[in-house]
């Protein structure tokens, strides 16, 4: 399968502690795209990063790509109870037409 | 005001009828989408609109039929439903062509068959 794979599938921390989810991959990508899940709500987009990048920021969000080994990393920093969601990593390979494949994504629990 | 709307939110329903999901977005996008979320939140891909010609089509069942009568609007309509149906169904555009730009997601359709 050609499914980005994320680890962990479960992470509970304390609000002020950063959060940090993987996901690696199999294939050659055009760009990798995290986005966030809240429960009963549709997938918000966070960052796109594209296969010549290494690194991008948005506001608390770092995140990371090493093609070399296949994976990226959301980091969250300076965690907030509002940050609990699932979060999902989504690839778009070479050789898929443009289509977004998902992962399972971490679930994140930010305890006040 | 809502960027991706689908409606209805919520649909119950027993084996063997049809039902359709509809899905509007506003935000002006050539590509619009339809994806499966399963009960262990596994997103799969369905199909895949470009100015209302078909682009991406899964292995989906037949009974799943898309339709886009123009690029801001993308049903779904599934005929002979069956209990596996159940799901949530997402509709998603995105600016560009499919792996070009992000996906705006409607906050899904709970489909329930009994």
């Known amino acids: 399968s050609q499914q980005g794979e994320e680890d962990p599938q479960a992470l509970s921390i304390q609000e002020g502690e950063n959060a940090t989810m993987n996901c690696s991959y199999k294939?050659?990508?055009?760009?990798l795209q995290w986005y966030r899940q809240n429960s009963g709500r549709g997938l918000v987009h966070l960052i796109l990063?594209?296969?010549?990048?290494r690194e991008k920021h948005s506001g608390r969000l770092r995140v990371t790509l090493d093609t070399s080994k296949k994976s990226s990393s959301l980091l969250i920093t300076a965690s907030r109870a509002a940050d609990t969601a699932s979060y999902f990593c989504a690839t778009d390979f070479n050789n898929q037409g443009g289509k977004l494949i998902f992962g399972q994504g971490t679930e994140l629990s930010v305890k006040p | 005001d809502t960027a991706v709307s689908q409606t209805p939110k919520y649909l119950v329903t027993q084996m063997g009828n049809d039902k359709s999901i509809k899905c509007e977005q506003n935000l002006g996008h050539d590509t619009m989408y339809w994806y499966k979320q399963d009960s262990k939140k596994f997103l799969k891909i369905m199909f895949s609109?470009?100015?209302?010609?078909?682009?991406i089509n899964e292995t989906v069942p037949n009974r799943f039929s898309p339709k886009s009568p123009d690029k801001a609007h993308l049903n779904l309509h599934i005929n002979s439903l069956e209990l596996g149906d159940s799901a949530v169904y997402f509709c998603?555009?995105?600016?560009?062509?499919?792996?070009?730009?992000?996906?705006?997601f409607g906050n899904g359709t709970r489909l329930t068959v009994t």
């Open positions: 294939t050659s990508i055009n760009n």
């Open positions: 990063i594209r296969s010549n990048e």
């Open positions: 609109y470009n100015n209302k010609e078909l682009i």
């Open positions: 998603a555009s995105s600016l560009l062509a499919p792996g070009g730009s992000p996906l705006h």
